[in-house]
């Protein structure tokens, strides 16, 4: 048995008692957990029970953003020791699949996923958790900078499959902690400037603390005009959309470059309308992203370099005491919140 952060059903968590595996396969570590950052899927279980086909249907431990530090090896493992500081992915494909094999393991219909219905998060003392998804932090890199890696991917994966040249000009939709990562990875990645809307000034302040990164408030700005007055008429190169709102992805068909590229990051609860006449108007390449692959190393290259500083998005820090004060303050979505992050461990 083990303490943890259970959601017990819709709108109910409890920090109880809880059987959870305790096994270490010999390809395995056991991880003490530092910091987990709470995550708006773990907050949308909280308070809807599911996310798309995934219904929470028993206690689930929630959290999915960790890092930690290892404190046992299984017999095979040779790429960690005991006493490294890491962060994982939350994700453990079938490494037989077909998706695994062709490198695309994050679209692997087998994926078991932290904190995705049936599966446990993390929100609990200590975990097992495979060597080949357990990534050691650089000495300058924090646990709680760790525990930031997780979403920090997401915009890694959607600036990758964005295929960025130096100096391109990038629009990004929605301010929130995923619109940010992708701004940050942008700019990482090549890009010039990075316009990034939203409909909330608090966030737009956040996301322009950065340099390079031109806050647009929406609906009084046109992101389209915006971008050709940065362009000499022409439009963004790429345009992220993460606001995961129908009238974004029209913002982004809208403001994107002929021949430039649309990313697709915001999920949508619900079909949305596609303006397709406009995007193949413009021969506009469109790709999306679920999750990340192969992108942890690079992530965390990126931090330990210093090219990209995730602290100041760490808006408040709570003991896993605390952890329902935690997810209630997540459930207010303030405005001036991004990243809240709960500190497990002593580490
Ligand atoms: P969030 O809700 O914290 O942020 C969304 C932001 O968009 C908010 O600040 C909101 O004010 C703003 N917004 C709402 N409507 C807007 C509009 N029309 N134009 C511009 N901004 C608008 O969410 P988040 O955690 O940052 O995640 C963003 C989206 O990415 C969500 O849809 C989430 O489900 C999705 N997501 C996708 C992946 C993936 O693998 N594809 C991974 C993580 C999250
Ligand atoms: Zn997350």
New binding site residues.
Partial sequence: MARALVLEEKQKLALREIDLPDKLGPMDVRIAIATVGI???DVHYLVHGRIGPFVLKKPMVLGHEASGVVTEIGSDVTNLEVGDRVCMEPGIPNLSSKASKLGVYNVDPEVRFWATPPDHGCLTPTVIHPAAYTYRLPKNVSLAEGAMVE?FA?GM?AVARAKIKPGDMALV???????IMCALAALAGGCAKVFI????QE?LDIASQYENVEPIL?PSTNPTQVLREATEGWGADVAFE????A??VQ?VLEAVAPSGCVVL????VAPVPVDLALALSKEIRMET???YANMYDRAIALIGSGKVNLKPLICATYSFEDSIAAFNRAVEARPTDVKIQIKVGET
């Fill in positions: 995550c708006g899927s979403p997401v994966q939709t929605g301010a929130g902690p995923i619109g809307t939203d409909l909330v966030k929406i993460c606001a995961g709102a009238a974004s913002s990051v915001g999920m949508h992203v679920f999750r």
